[in-house]
């Protein structure tokens, strides 16, 4: 069973400018997760969409944002770049949100660097 | 709020050494918890879990186990090896309700030397 994918691996920007990155979940999960993973803050949570509805944000400016599409993969945006945005942005996906057992699994991640 | 802390990094230990990692969690209910392992340039994989009290979540010789009474999730194992090196996160899901997100603690740095 293919796990969860992220692309691109890498993905270098200039502060103002617009990042997009993807997520393809485990086949019949239904639930995405975004989170960042910034040099010394951990890991924080930043957006969870399920059935194409975004559920809950984390405390993200608005200029984070994605989407979920009908086969459940999901986009994420940045916009208006800023260097403090440079970071490790994992997925991750769960069967789906009604089960209270379900467990997160991750993807490899999206290292974006902002110059 | 629910919050999740974990000994601070980083940890050296020599091969065979017994290794624990103490986590302590803040939260109402019966949340599921878990450790997750972050190996150098890669993304996050699921070590082992626990969904209820005195639940033993085990996993590559890694243990751990659900402590209601103490609100804790120590990580431990017996024998370390080097490949064993990475980033260790205790986390947590609240139980019941509609908000599934994981709350990390920091991490912690493992290094073990031959």
């Known amino acids: 069973e293919a796990g969860v994918t992220q692309s691109p691996t890498h993905l270098i920007k200039t502060r103002g400018q617009q990042a997009t990155l993807r997520c393809s979940p485990i086949s019949g999960h239904t639930s995405v997760y975004w989170y960042q993973q910034a040099l010394g803050l951990g890991l924080q949570f930043l957006l969870w969409y399920d059935e194409g509805e975004e559920r809950n944000r984390g405390n993200f400016p608005p200029r984070f944002s994605g989407r979920q599409f009908p086969n459940y993969s999901s986009e994420l945006n940045v916009n208006a770049l800023e260097l403090e945005d440079s970071a490790l942005y994992l997925c991750?996906?769960?069967?789906?949100?009604?089960?209270?057992?379900?467990?997160?699994?991750f993807g490899p991640g999206t290292r974006l660097t902002v110059l | 709020g629910n919050s999740v802390t974990q000994m601070e990094g980083p940890v050296t230990l020599s091969e065979e050494a017994f290794l624990t990692i103490n986590c302590t969690y803040t939260a109402t209910g019966y949340p599921s918890l878990f450790w997750y392992v972050q190996y150098p340039g890669e993304g996050l994989q699921l070590l082992l879990k626990a969904t209820k009290a005195d639940d033993k979540g085990s996993n590559k010789g890694f243990e751990a186990t659900y402590r209601k009474e103490t609100t804790s999730f120590h990580l431990e194992k017996g024998s370390v090896q080097v490949s064993d090196s990475a980033v260790y996160f205790c986390a947590l899901k609240p139980s019941g309700g509609s908000n599934y997100k994981l709350t990390f603690g920091k991490g912690t740095l493992l290094t073990v030397n031959p």
């Open positions: 991750a996906s769960i069967l789906g949100s009604v089960r209270d057992t379900d467990t997160q699994y």
